[in-house]
């Protein structure tokens, strides 16, 4: 049973058990700490796009402090660019961290990355619970090369068992540089509005030749139908997107497809890179 203390703040560290609800684990970039869960207000992210009150003090505070937080932005990069600089191919697999062990989805994200492991591919995803648990624990488990990002939150989520590979990130801008710099396509899993944030912004940055185009492959028809349905009979209808755009999407329930629709890309791409030499 855990400890009570009618005085939180005075409990000794070593009267913490598990099952206590008034201390949390939280991360600062790299940096683990458990912490009263009273006290945690914000992160890093958070303090840096708040708008605050337009004061003169407000604003002499920012022109003191700005300047230096673009050399803890630029720290993030490097960092990230170091323990990433090895890893050659790569799949960055998306997906809700919400999901279920024991759902279907789960067993989905695990077949994934089995199967991309067994292809060669390393697997990227945010390092968390759920499907991205699932894709690297498929990885793992097949002998290929498991990563994870993980990013400072306002609650408990740590990088997964799985992880082999773990980088913890303050700001989810520098985290997103690496999902793309490092893969050469992507999978989206079922997922919630950072599963969206990814699916789009990747599609985006295709879309506008920002990367070179890779394949976007959403897993799950019954879940992304409706959404491709929707772009298809509403923005392409509409002339917000081309249909051409719409063609930057795989929708697919098998994985060995998926598989097969990176694999073929990247060896095009290759055959690129050598004639271009």
């Known amino acids: 049973m855990a400890h009570t203390n009618p005085n939180p703040g ?29 006290t945690i207000e914000t992160t890093t992210d958070r303090r840096l796009l708040d708008e605050e009150p337009d ?16 050399l803890r932005i630029q720290s993030e990069f490097v960092a990230g660019f170091d323990a990433l600089s090895r890893v050659s191919s790569a799949v960055t697999v998306f997906g809700s961290a919400r999901t279920p062990r024991e759902s279907p989805e789960y067993a989905l994200g695990v077949e994934l990355g089995t199967a991309l492991a067994d292809a060669g591919f390393a697997v990227i995803t945010g390092g968390g619970p759920g499907a991205m648990e699932a894709a690297n624990k498929g990885a793992c488990e097949a002998g290929g090369q498991s990563i994870g990002l993980g990013i ?21 801008f520098a985290r997103k540089t690496m999902f793309v710099k490092y893969a050469q396509a992507f999978v989206c899993l079922p997922g919630g509005f950072g599963t969206m944030d990814e699916l789009f912004e990747a599609l985006t940055l295709v879309q506008t030749k920002k990367v070179t185009r890779f394949p976007i492959v959403l897993l799950g ?33 098998s994985v060995a497809e ?5 694999a073929t890309a990247a060896a095009e791409r290759a055959r690129r890179e050598e004639s271009a030499r």
């Open 55 to 70: 004061t003169t003090s407000w604003h002499r505070d920012r022109a003191e402090k700005d300047p230096w937080r673009v």
């Open 152 to 172: 400072e939150l306002p609650f408990e989520q740590s990088l997964n068992d799985w992880v082999d590979l773990g980088v913890n990130f303050r700001y989810f």
């Open 221 to 253: 028809t019954a879940f992304w139908g409706g959404l491709v349905d929707w772009i298809t009979t509403t923005l392409v209808a509409d002339g917000k997107v081309s249909e051409a755009d719409v063609s930057l999407l795989h929708v697919t329930d």
């Open 10 to 38: 005075d409990r000794d560290p070593g009267d913490r058990t598990p099952g206590d609800r008034d201390t949390q684990v939280t991360y600062s970039g790299a940096t683990r700490f458990r912490v009263d869960a009273a």
């Open 258 to 262: 998926t598989v097969d629709i990176i």
